[in-house]
């Protein structure tokens, strides 16, 4: 069990500068719409799934036409299809503390893409939405991928042993989790912060520094990758898990290894069973899917189901996901009274890191849409995500056009079930109950979307600061969006972002700029 009050110490101790109790009020109070709390009669369920890397383009809901995603769709069809939502950031660590806790990833130095050995990046002290629904009475459940970091300090986890502090300290009472990405070790299971399915005959051992004499690596032993090869010059070429090679070393595990054809069914069976155990009471669950990232390597009931190669197969498996867990809800007879939101963590990348023939099966499917740029990048396509919000008895179904974003998940939902917020905590959430329920067609005054550098989006123009980041990464083939000399963008008529319009709007760059200054200025740890 969570104890907070034991744990709580005020927030400027723990990101560090001077953001004071002051500011979840703003916060709040700044918010477009204050939402009347009509409490509702029942406390909804609320299943938060959160793809990866999955594109604006990639749903048929979103306009793809070549990759069929009928689950998703009804979802869709259900609820509100928002086309103007936001990650708070273009890569899954950033966007993920952003999304859980409320506050701006870059307020810190320390949220970038972790290793799968790094410490918990929300230390127990920090008030998460999962708290939020704790303490409102809900059980709270963390499945799939995690990427927030376990255990106390980075590289010093027992994976033989009960790793902590862990999902538990921050509000969720029950975890299933890979540890990072399905490219990085450690490639197991942890349930409640044990390592699943424990192997006591081979010791598991985590390195990201050094590797374990005598374990084959994708680099030494590429005649051992029988499942996937690293794309060349990706890296992606250490330890070698189930014939597929990964970032970091690893050395035992044995039957706790997963084998990442089974990665969707595990966590979808968890998730379900999760939806089946707590049906009787109030839940919140967050479904971190695996898919689409890379390593790709779908189920073979998927495998070849696409035409589009790995890629376009892990969107029918994780639409698969999505229409299993939405079956468990209505098995329940919970679908009327379940919010279901729907997203992704960033925008899509095609080839990052596999040979999986992503690039040449793409055929013409754009998985980002109409955007520029894509994951890691300060364009559009970096963070404006797929965001579907369903809730049968509440929601009116509909598209809708306001200007949402993820990093309002915990003021939003300690406004849906009367929570009660930590003071000081989440300093950067709006509610935004109004505009996610389809009361309000505006949302936010503006988002700030963050990758190499910060922009700032008002849903017409967009700015993006200047940044001596390399244009272009030809690794991934992505437009980073980065450029020394300022850009701004007329989005609501050129949302491709082709013409830079710096030079024309003087005002309206120096408008954009200030905001970026003040959101700075409301405390930082950079
Ligand atoms: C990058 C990896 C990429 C992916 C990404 C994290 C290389 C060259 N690329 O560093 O493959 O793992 O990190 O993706 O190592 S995310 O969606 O979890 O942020
Ligand atoms: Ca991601």
């Not at 970091?248 to 990442?260: H, I, T």
């Not at 894509?374 to 404006?384: C, H, L, P, Q």
């Not at 009116?396 to 056009?401: I, Q, R």
Request: hydrophobic share 35%; with cysteine.
């Amino acid at each position: 069990m969570t104890c907070h009050s034991s744990r709580r110490m005020p927030p400027a101790m723990w990101w560090g500068l001077g953001i004071c109790n002051a500011i979840w009020p703003a916060a709040t109070a700044t918010a477009a719409q204050p939402f009347k709390a009509e409490k509702p009669r029942q406390q909804p369920n609320v299943v938060l799934i959160v793809a990866d890397d999955l594109g604006y383009g990639d749903l048929g809901c979103y306009g793809a036409h070549t990759v069929a995603t009928p689950h998703v769709d009804a979802l869709s069809a259900s609820g509100l299809r928002f086309t103007d939502a936001h990650a708070a950031a273009a890569t899954s660590t950033p966007s993920r503390y952003a999304l859980l806790t409320g506050h701006y990833n870059w307020r810190r130095s320390d949220t970038g893409i972790a290793p799968g050995d790094a410490g918990m990046i929300i230390r127990p002290e920090q008030h998460t939405v999962a708290d939020i629904f704790h303490d409102a009475g809900y059980t709270t459940g963390a499945i799939g991928k995690w990427h927030l970091g376990l255990g106390d300090k980075t590289g010093t986890q027992d994976w033989n042993g009960t790793i902590t502090p862990g999902p538990q300290d921050i509000g969720f009472d029950y975890s299933y989790l890979m540890a990072a990405t399905g490219d990085r070790v450690p490639c197991v299971w942890v349930e409640n912060q044990r390592v699943a399915n424990y192997d006591a005959t081979a010791p598991i051992q985590v390195s990201y520094k050094t590797p374990f004499p005598g374990e084959p690596l994708g680099k030494t032993h590429p005649e051992l990758l029988t499942k996937l090869k690293p794309s060349p010059s990706h890296g992606h070429d250490m330890a070698i898990v189930n014939g597929i090679s990964r970032i970091g070393y690893m050395k035992g595990g044995g039957k706790a290894l997963w084998e990442d054809e089974n990665i969707a069914d595990s966590l979808t069976r968890k998730a379900t069973d999760f939806i089946h155990r707590e049906a009787g009471r109030p839940f919140f669950l967050y479904v971190g899917t695996n898919d689409v990232h890379v390593p790709r390597y779908p189920h073979p009931r998927f495998q070849g189901k696409s035409g589009m190669g790995f890629r376009g197969d892990a969107i029918l498996q994780f639409d698969w996901t999505v229409g299993e867990i939405v079956e468990a809800l209505r098995s329940e007879g919970l679908l009327d009274n379940t919010l279901i939101i729907m997203t992704s963590d960033n925008g899509p990348v095609v080839d990052d890191g596999y040979a999986d023939r992503a690039v040449e099966l793409l055929g013409d499917h754009r998985p980002w849409g109409p955007l520029r740029g894509g994951k890691y990048s300060s364009f559009e396509a970096g963070t404006r995500v797929p965001f579907v919000v369903s809730w049968p008895s509440r929601i009116k179904p509909g598209v809708s056009k306001a200007l949402v974003s993820q990093i309002d998940l915990y003021a939003t939902m300690s406004a849906l079930i009367g929570g009660d917020p930590e003071a000081g905590a989440a300093p950067d959430s709006q509610n935004q109950l109004r505009s996610w329920m389809g009361k309000d067609s505006k949302g936010r005054k503006y988002v700030i979307e963050s990758a190499s550098s910060l922009s700032v989006y008002d849903g017409e123009w967009k700015y993006i600061t200047p940044c001596n980041g390399a244009p272009y990464y030809k690794l991934t083939n992505t437009e980073s969006g980065n450029a020394k000399e300022e850009q701004l963008y007329h989005i609501s008529e050129d949302i491709a972002e082709q013409h830079n319009v710096a030079a024309l709007h003087a005002k309206k760059v120096e408008k954009l700029k200030a905001i970026i200054e003040t959101e700075k200025n409301k405390g930082t740890s950079r």
